[in-house]
């Protein structure tokens, strides 16, 4: 199954996420907005591994005082668009 997701995060820097997932696999991520090189090894850190796994790794982590983050929002897109079982 391929499929790519494009998400628009809400309540940080970043703007856009395009993401594309084949049979469950991150295979490439582009973020529009944010701090540039935090987000270009994040995406670069994502890239072939599980979709599962990097919401299991992600989920939650907050930006300073805000209830969420640039990773966070990455897990919220994967959330939305692919069947996960919820992280424990």
Do not use: Y
Not at 32 to 37: E, K, M, N, R, T
Not at 63 to 79: I, M
Request: aromatic share 2%; glycine share 10%; hydrophobic share 35%.
């Amino acid at each position: 199954m391929n499929v790519t997701i494009e998400f628009n995060p809400q309540g940080v820097c970043s703007r856009h996420m395009k993401i594309d997932v084949e049979d469950g696999v991150i295979r490439a991520v582009e973020i529009q907005g944010g701090c540039p090189g935090n987000l270009q090894a994040i995406s670069r850190l994502v890239v072939g591994m599980r979709a599962e796994d990097v919401v299991e790794r992600l989920e939650g982590i907050r930006c300073g005082g805000k209830p969420t983050s640039c990773p966070d929002q990455l897990t919220r897109a994967l959330r939305q668009a692919l069947p996960l079982e919820k992280a424990q």
